[in-house]
């Protein structure tokens, strides 16, 4: 039977050596958000370019996820002019929403690179660890935002991966995310999880700062 007369879902890529889950919870949940980190590039309603990944593959797959900690915004982007999204896993007021991409360790360590407002090297450090595992499900590259790894989970054997600030979100002064961040978000939320603007609106009243 041809795969046009077949009822069963197509098969999904399967989790390959090397191969890691990064989960966004903040605006790489938007698919042209993410891209701009592999392809390079400046992303719809953004400020700045960003040099690229060495490898510009899509993701091979992608899930929604669940996060119990809490999301928060916090500091000032360069990016966008306004709060940006930080995640406490032992944070109250969750859960979270967020999407888990398939991409491999180097592409992991090339995004985590321009989070951190580095240019992406060959033979970065952070492939070996994500590797060889987080030990203790926390990695400190650095006491700068989104330089703090937390492993919050595994799929399909498979470590799922985030970066978020070595503080919690109650050592941190909060800051309203701009209108352009928060498109993002909406994206992302939208192409992962097929929510309306209904869920969308609800969600961000019970995870974005009030005026």
């Given at each position: 039977?041809?795969?046009?007369?077949?009822?069963?879902?197509p098969?999904?890529?399967?989790?390959?050596?090397g191969?890691?889950?990064?989960?966004?919870?903040g605006?790489?949940?938007?698919q042209?958000?993410?891209?701009?980190?592999?392809?390079?590039?400046?992303?719809?309603?953004?400020?700045?370019a960003?040099p690229?990944?060495?490898?510009?593959?899509?993701?091979r797959?992608?899930?929604?996820?669940?996060?119990?900690?809490?999301?928060?915004?916090?500091?000032?982007?360069?990016?966008?002019?306004?709060?940006?999204a930080?995640?406490d896993?032992?944070?109250?007021?969750g859960?979270?929403a967020a999407?888990?991409?398939?991409?491999?360790?180097?592409?992991?360590?090339?995004?985590a690179?321009q989070?951190?407002?580095r240019?992406?090297?060959p033979?970065?450090?952070?492939?070996?660890?994500?590797?060889d595992?987080?030990d203790?499900?926390?990695?400190?590259?650095?006491?700068g935002?989104?330089?703090?790894?937390?492993e919050v989970?595994?799929?399909?054997?498979?470590?799922m991966?985030?970066?978020t600030?070595?503080?919690?979100l109650?050592?941190v002064?909060?800051n309203?995310?701009s209108?352009?961040?928060?498109?993002m978000?909406?994206d992302?939320?939208?192409?992962?999880?097929?929510?309306?603007?209904?869920?969308?609106?609800?969600?961000?009243d019970?995870?974005?700062?009030?005026?």
């Amino acid at each position: 039977m041809s795969t046009e007369d077949s009822d069963e879902p197509p098969a999904q890529p399967l989790p390959r050596e090397g191969d890691v889950w990064y989960v966004s919870y903040g605006s790489n949940m938007s698919q042209a958000r993410l891209t701009a980190y592999l392809e390079g590039g400046i992303p719809p309603g953004g400020k700045a370019a960003n040099p690229g990944a060495h490898d510009s593959t899509p993701p091979r797959r992608s899930v929604p996820v669940d996060l119990p900690g809490a999301v928060y915004f916090a500091g000032d982007s360069r990016q966008w002019h306004g709060g940006v999204a930080f995640y406490d896993h032992d944070g109250e007021g969750g859960p979270t929403a967020a999407r888990a991409y398939l991409i491999t360790a180097h592409q992991f360590a090339d995004i985590a690179a321009q989070e951190m407002y580095r240019i992406p090297q060959p033979g970065d450090p952070l492939v070996e660890v994500v590797v060889d595992g987080i030990d203790g499900g926390r990695h400190h590259v650095g006491p700068g935002h989104y330089e703090t790894l937390v492993e919050v989970g595994r799929l399909e054997g498979v470590p799922m991966l985030l970066f978020t600030a070595p503080h919690g979100l109650d050592h941190v002064e909060h800051n309203e995310p701009s209108s352009a961040y928060l498109a993002m978000l909406a994206d992302g939320l939208r192409e992962s999880r097929q929510w309306s603007d209904e869920d969308i609106t609800g969600y961000f009243d019970r995870v974005v700062p009030a005026d």
